[in-house]
């Protein structure tokens, strides 16, 4: 496979209502999509970097010029004919993991279509649908918090994310498992804590929680594990575990007994792979973290999803819960037994409608 070209498309598009975390609040999302061209054929990736660097340092603008001037150029007409060999000319390149994400999924669409075989059979899935909850955002009070939680259960989500920050966590969860005691929840801090002042979320290790998302630093596994021996409820990394490395370190450190696995914050779906299949031959429970995706990204956090050892719902939510309309001509919907079925079409199996694309593009760059 020689990819002959390569076009770049800065997308923003209107969320259906804000999401706010504990780094800032969001009204409409940007990502780079990479659409890469090889005998004939046309692979989509999606790189989930946003406007600001909150969730990461990534920006669709640093990412933007990591694929210009060195991603893209690396690889353009080179023989590739796996993530893995996509990977070693990427590698020249330090961090920048969601832009490198973007390019390696552009290829596995780009395999799947000429092979073919669907993304989740080339990944090894095991199942036609995943498990899936919702993340929900911070809200105006606590009682606000139960009202759009309410909500999203009926619409039959069952496992509920809520996003917390100081001052906003404890008596928030607590409202949410005042009113759902049987529900499947977990809270996500996105690193707005120290050891110190984590230590008012004590409180939160009597509310029966499935998990405690990313408390600390990402720099900071030393001070997780520190946490996590004070509390019963299993500590989750999200933003610290960037590798397959990463993950084996922190779990030798005792620094989470959970991960978040997202493509797009550990350098592709091939990294994304190798962490979940060191984490399921220790039988160390992980899920798909979501990054507010396009169908593009959405179709391939399903296949990922499919995996034996996904065994916790992913927050990969129905498009309507972030989208009005999306650049996929496939729309996903949740099924009433809170899962979305795996596109099943070669490559990533969605098409992209290109008319949308152009109205939510805010700058296109075609290669070479
Ligand atoms: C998380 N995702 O697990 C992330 C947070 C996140 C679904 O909670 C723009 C603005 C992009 C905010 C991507 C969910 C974002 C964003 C991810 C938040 O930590
Ligand atoms: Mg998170």
Not at 73 to 98: F, K
Not at 141 to 168: D, F, M, N, T
Not at 295 to 307: F, H, S, W
Not at 308 to 314: A, E, M, T, V, Y
Request: glycine fraction near 8%; charge should be negative; aromatic fraction near 6%.
């Amino acid at each position: 496979m020689i990819i002959s070209g390569v076009n770049l498309y800065h997308v923003r598009m209107p969320l259906v209502s804000p999401f706010e975390t504990s780094f800032g609040r969001i009204e409409t999302r940007d990502c780079v999509l990479v659409e890469a061209h090889a005998g004939g054929l046309s692979g989509f990736g999606e790189c989930p970097a946003d406007r600001d660097p909150g969730y990461s340092y990534e920006t669709c603008d640093t990412a933007w010029h990591i694929l210009q001037d060195f991603l893209i150029p690396a690889v353009l007409n080179q023989s590739l004919e796996s993530a893995n060999d996509l990977q070693d000319r990427l590698s020249m390149v330090r961090g920048h993991p969601m832009a490198k994400a973007g390019l390696e999924m552009a290829l596995w669409d780009l395999l799947g279509k000429s092979q073919g075989r669907s993304l989740a059979d080339m990944l090894g899935a095991v199942r036609r649908r995943v498990e899936v909850g919702v993340s929900v955002g911070i809200q105006a009070s606590p009682e606000a918090l139960v009202e759009a939680v309410e909500g999203y259960v009926s619409q039959g989500y069952r496992r509920i994310k809520i996003k917390i920050k100081p001052g906003r966590d404890v008596r928030e969860a607590t409202a949410v498992r005042a009113r759902l005691a049987d529900m499947r929840l977990q809270v996500d801090a996105n690193s707005a804590y120290s050891l110190e002042s984590a230590q008012a979320l004590k409180g939160l290790d009597d509310l029966h929680l499935l998990l405690i998302e990313q408390p600390l630093a990402e720099d900071d596994l030393w001070d997780h594990s520190r946490l996590q021996a004070q509390f019963a409820t299993p500590i989750c990394l999200d933003e610290s575990i960037l590798s397959e490395r990463h993950a084996r370190q922190a779990l030798e450190m005792g620094a989470c007994r959970v991960i978040n696995i997202k493509p797009g914050r550990v350098g592709g779906l091939s990294q994304a792979i190798a962490i979940h299949d060191l984490c399921y031959a220790r039988e160390i429970p992980v899920w798909c973290g979501g990054m507010l995706e396009t169908g593009v990204g959405r179709a391939a956090n399903l296949a990922l999803a499919g995996l034996p050892g996904f065994s916790l719902p992913g927050d990969i939510s129905a498009t309507e819960r972030y989208y009005t309309e999306d650049i996929t001509q496939e729309q996903f919907t949740l099924n009433p037994d809170s899962t979305i079925t795996i596109p099943g079409g070669p490559g990533l199996g969605v098409t992209v409608d290109r008319e949308k694309l152009r109205r939510y593009t805010l700058k296109k760059l075609t290669m070479p």
